[in-house]
C-alpha cells in the first residue's frame, strides 16, 4: 500500500522551512517516487516566504464540520491521480485543527484507493512553543496583552493533538518528532529519517528560518501598532517587512520565573504521554530548551 504522508506542525517548530525546501525540490523528490502536489503557494514558499503549504485547502475543509465531503473526497482522488503510483506529501498545519469526523473520512477514502496515511508531527519544548507562540499572536493576530495574561488563556495542544490522532490512527501511523534535536538539520532529518532516502546528495538544502520571533524591540514596535491600529493585516504586514529586512536578527525568548512554574505545574504530565510517542534517540522533549527565565 503507498502512503500518504500528512505534515500537520506542529506551529512554530519550522513548518515553514520544511514547505521552502519541499517546494524547491518538488523534481527531485518525485524522482524518489514523492508525490508533493503544486500549490498556488510555491512561488512564495520558493523564496523562503511565510506560506500555509500546499494542503492549505483541504486543511479548511478537514477543519470544518459543515465542509462538503464530495469536495474532500475530490481533491483526495485528483492528489492520487497526479501521483501516478507514488507516495504523497501533503503539508499544512492548518491540519492540526482536524475536525474528528473528517479526517475519518480523508482516511478511509484514501484507504479505499490504496494509500495509507501517516501523520507527521513536529513538538519542541512547551515553554518555548509557549513563548514563541505569544509571540506570533503579536505578529499575525493583533494581540496587545502581555505574556503572563496569555497564558492563563492559551493551551498547548501536543498532547491533545497527539492523542486524537492515535485514537484515529493508531500509534503506528503517527511519526512524532522531536524539533528541538533536529532544527538545525530540519530537512535533512525529514529525508533520511521519515522518507527514508539514504542518499540527499542531489537535494538542494537551505537551513533558512522563515518565521523568526520577534527581538524586544520589535516586539514591543508591533504590540504598539496593534494598539493602536487594532488591526490583524497592519500587524503581519509590518511583522513580515522586520523579518524580511533581518531574517536572522538575533532574539532572546524570555519568561518569568512565576509564570515558568505556572507553565510547569500545568504541563509536566503532558512531558511524560509526548515522550512516550518519541523514538528513543529523540527523547527526552524538555519543558525548556532556549529560553531564558528571569527572577
Known sequence: MKIMYL???AGKTGTSSLQSQFAINKDVLEKYNIYYPISKNDKQAK?????????????????????????IEGII???ILMAEGKDILLSSEIMQSF?????????NIAFVLGYQIKIIYYVRAIVDNL??????????????????IFLKSYRNKFRETIEKIDEIFGSSNIIVKNYDLVKDNIFLNFLQNILNIEDCNSFKIENKRVNRSLT????SFIKYLNYFFRSRVISTLASNTLIHINPTAKYELIISKNEFEIVSNL????????????QESERPLKLVDNIKINE
Open 99 to 107: 475536525d474528528y469526523d473528517k479526517i475519518q473520512i480523508c482516511k
Open 131 to 148: 513563548v514563541s507562540s505569544y509571540h506570533q499572536t503579536i505578529k499575525r493576530h493583533g494581540n496587545t496583552k502581555n505574556l503572563d
Open 47 to 71: 523564496n523562503f516566504k511565510i506560506t500555509s503549504g500546499n494542503a492549505v485547502d483541504l486543511a479548511f475543509l478537514l477543519r470544518e464540520k459543515t465542509s462538503d465531503n464530495k469536495i
Open 216 to 219: 524586544k524591540r520589535e516586539l
Open 77 to 79: 482522488k485528483s492528489h
Open 7 to 9: 505534515h500537520i506542525g
Open 267 to 278: 504541563y509536566n504530565q503532558d512531558l511524560a504521554v509526548i515522550n512516550s510517542y518519541l
